[in-house]
């Protein structure tokens, strides 16, 4: 199994979301991108993961699965809660060799939430803007080790980075919370098909009363990889 980079989404509704490179002693960098659809070049393992992949990724929601966003204050007790039951993300590998590419998009659409009367969600935030550099990295220094992390990251000086906002509708009234953050983490566990997991990534508040929105947004979501249909990374 393998996580492969690839989309997130993400904000939140996130999502989940692909240019930085960040390193730990468990992780290294320069992870391949492989698919049975790929094309661009020899991987490491080309018997059980193909070749190199160059092109467009494409993911929706796991069957039975929801994207979350639980905003929170200062003391991490819940605010709100979104639910989202639709939501597909998009993205593009622009270097398989070193596991880099973007996220293009990220759609949030049948959502609800306590209190609120019509909700709706959106990426990215006022103001933001896509693409979402990304870059993948190994989650194991051992090739044959298919877990990876995707790092989703706001270039400094920049709008291109994952965010996103929702509207509450409550007795006619309409309330945004708008958030972004400058490194969002998800997994990505590669197979046929490849699977993305965002797990209470933190989102901070850029807009909005902190009484509605909390001060902070989590966003989780279980995404499956519709194309290519087959995805690893090394």
């Not at 204050?73 to 973007?102: L, M, R």
């Not at 293009?104 to 709706?120: D, H, K, M, R």
């Not at 007795?171 to 965002?198: D, L, R, S, W």
């Not at 508040?205 to 966003?219: I, M, N, P, R």
Request: net charge neutral; aromatic share 6%.
């Amino acid at each position: 199994m393998k996580y492969a980079r690839v989309l997130a989404l993400t904000a939140l509704a996130a999502l989940a979301a692909m240019a930085v490179a960040a390193s730990s002693a468990s992780a290294e960098t320069g992870a391949k991108i492989c698919s049975f659809e790929g094309a661009s070049g020899a991987c490491n393992n080309s018997t059980a993961h193909g070749q190199l992949y160059k092109g467009e990724i494409d993911a929706t929601l796991e069957a039975g699965k929801s994207a979350t966003l639980t905003a929170t204050d200062t003391s991490g007790n819940s605010v709100k809660t979104i639910t989202c039951t639709t939501s597909t993300v998009k993205g593009s590998v622009t270097d398989p060799a070193n596991g880099t590419g973007t996220i293009t998009s990220q759609t949030f659409t049948n959502c609800s939430a306590p209190g609120c009367e019509t909700v709706t969600a959106s990426t990215p935030r006022t103001g933001g803007a896509f693409p979402w550099p990304a870059t993948v990295t190994t989650e194991i220094a051992k090739t044959e080790n298919t877990n990876g992390i995707m790092h989703i990251t706001q270039e400094a000086g920049k709008t291109n980075g994952p965010s996103g906002k929702f509207s509450c509708r409550v007795f006619g009234i309409h309330f945004t919370c708008e958030y972004e953050a400058t490194n969002a983490t998800v997994t990505i566990t590669g197979g046929k098909p490849a699977k993305v997991k965002a797990t209470n990534v933190p989102l901070t508040l850029k807009s909005g009363s902190e009484a509605s929105c909390g001060q902070t947004g989590h966003w989780s979501g279980d995404y499956v990889v519709t194309s290519p249909t087959s995805l690893y990374i090394e």
